[in-house]
């Protein structure tokens, strides 16, 4: 007699009040292939269902810029700011419901690290360390930043929460606060490029300030969305990071955007094993700790395709999600795959080079088929 387990990540679970099908989702993956106005296009909603139709329970947006002050990060990146952007979301967000998966929006503001935008700002006027990313359209070293005023940081907190209230109209089923990967949130919260001495700045609890306010400000706009939030300690441009003081700071962090309205944490890898990021000194992991100090859902991600991994990942008490980035783009019908028990295939870096853009994907997979 044959028997047949079922992958832990193949069970429902719930996020919020969102019920989902499984605990696989698509991570968030910039593809900087909107319009240059930054609309949405009929190739990305195909893109996005695909992974829908692939059984994946739950797909995150790309980044997505809230404002057109200075939030946007990349040339043809999506946005979240005008009308014209939640009617080209609409389309995404319909097809990914219509094959039985659930959308939540990335709002991201780029800050310091902004390539397609002419006005970088930043918590304080310091250069980015590492240099632009040339498979997003950049080169060279980033500039100095602008220092954000008061006022200026307020207009941020007011960008996110009118951007969420933009993706309910679209048809997201929630919003996920982008305080990860060095962008302008992950900016405040980071020592090296805060040297603020007001309420945003010195401390971990006040450099985690910013993005408690833009968490509690979005919650409060669309109270009937998920509301969540992503960190990381890693960084697209600085790989070897780690919050300064630990396990310490890491309760404080996660302490501070649970209190602030975050039904689920996030917490991301930069293109790394989960596990060399989320190891501790005293040998715990960053997404249990997130686990015990909030008592929320958390979502892991870092190689998440390795089905012995995700396992442990899930049944150790680590994590209540996985999300997938390579390993979806060259398998988005990884849930399919792993409920059939066949075998998945591996990431070609062509898929993303020499740009990131979905029609490069496309071209990579046409070329396989020829």
Not at 260 to 267: F, R, T
Not at 325 to 330: D, E, M
Not at 358 to 366: D, Q
Request: no cysteine; charged share 20%; net charge negative.
């Amino acid at each position: 007699m044959t028997t047949t387990v079922e992958h832990p990540a193949l069970t429902p679970a719930t996020l919020g009040g969102l019920a989902l099908r499984n605990r696989y989702a698509v991570a968030p993956m910039s593809r900087v292939s909107a319009r240059p106005d930054g609309t949405p296009t009929g190739e990305m909603a195909d893109y996005y269902a695909e992974f829908a139709r692939g059984g994946f329970g739950l797909v995150f947006s790309e980044g997505t810029y809230p404002d057109s002050a200075a939030s946007q990060g990349y040339l043809n990146q999506p946005g979240l700011a005008r009308d014209e952007h939640v009617a080209g979301w609409r389309v995404v967000t319909a097809g990914v419901r219509a094959a039985g998966g659930r959308m939540i929006a990335q709002l991201m503001h780029a800050g310091a690290i902004a390539q397609g935008h002419p006005n970088t700002v930043g918590p304080s006027a310091v250069q980015p360390r590492g240099e632009k990313m040339r498979a997003y359209g950049g080169s060279g070293p980033w500039p100095v930043p602008r220092e954000l005023t008061t006022a200026e940081i307020d207009d941020v907190v007011d960008g996110f929460a009118a951007a969420a209230v933009r993706a309910r109209q679209a048809g997201f089923d929630g919003v996920e606060v982008h305080a990860a990967n060095g962008y302008l949130l992950d900016q405040f919260l980071t020592d090296y490029t805060n040297h603020r001495t007001d309420s945003h700045g010195g401390s971990v609890a006040n450099r985690i300030r910013l993005t408690a306010r833009v968490v509690t400000a979005v919650a409060e706009a669309v109270p009937e969305l998920v509301t969540g939030v992503r960190l990381s300690q890693t960084k697209v441009n600085d790989f070897t990071y780690r919050w300064p003081g630990g396990r310490a700071d890491a309760e404080v962090i996660f302490a501070a955007v649970a209190g602030a309205g975050a039904q689920y944490l996030h917490i991301a890898s930069e293109g790394r094993n989960w596990l060399e990021t989320a190891k501790l000194a005293d040998g715990g992991t960053i997404t249990a700790l997130a686990r015990q100090v909030t008592g929320l859902p958390v979502i892991a991600n870092g190689g998440m395709h390795d089905l012995a991994q995700a396992h442990e990942v899930l049944t150790g008490g680590h994590a209540d999600l996985l999300s997938i980035g390579h390993g979806a783009l060259a398998n988005p019908d990884l849930p399919a795959r792993v409920a059939a028990a066949e075998p998945l295939a591996e990431f070609d870096r062509a898929m993303v080079s020499p740009t990131v853009t979905v029609a490069n994907a496309r071209r990579w997979r046409e070329s396989r088929q020829a």
